[in-house]
């Protein structure tokens, strides 16, 4: 790592981890609702939009911090980037849940268990990850890992689609349950994008 003789504005690596550790939330909440009662189904939905919300927050504070910092402790464009990937992640897996929601989907399709099951793994993995930040050290793993999975989220991605055009359906659910599937492997998606610009991060921090 280069020596600095600068100091740097520490508080975004805490409101990094925050964001990482409120996606665990989100994606545990996904797990919820695989297992969930339609009724039950709104509440869990609420739940879901008060983290999309906490993320918001999250997002906007490391904003304002960025905005307010003379020194960073990398480039202001990476954390930019990295806080918006960050949330987008959260934007989607909450978007999912709410068209489960508002489409009153009874029985969603085998498969869409494991995209979710791939999310949480991706979200532990990121929560692990933002920490070590601060270091730059125990970061390739991170981000191997979590492209091997984007690969194994397009992998289920394109079997579900499969399943949904196989005549099972008819029409209009084959719409609500593809609008569903694709916003799921939109946040696999996001994950990677974090991947990639933590790698970026830790490549210019080498």
Known sequence: MRFRLTPRETSFYDMFAASADNIVT?????????GAESSARSEIAERMRAAEHAGDDATHAIFHQLNSSFITPFDRED?????????DIMDFMEEAVDLVVLYQIEELPKGVEQQIEVLARAAELTAEAMPHLRTMDHLTEYWIEVNRLENQADQIHRKLLAHLFNGKYDAMEVMKLKQIVDVLEEAADAFEHVANTVETIAVKES
Do not use: V
């Not at 994606?27 to 695989?34: N, W």
């Not at 954390?79 to 949330?87: F, N």
């Open 26 to 34: 989100g994606s545990k909440l996904l797990m919820e609702l695989l």
């Open 79 to 87: 954390i930019y980037k990295l806080a918006s990937s960050l949330d």
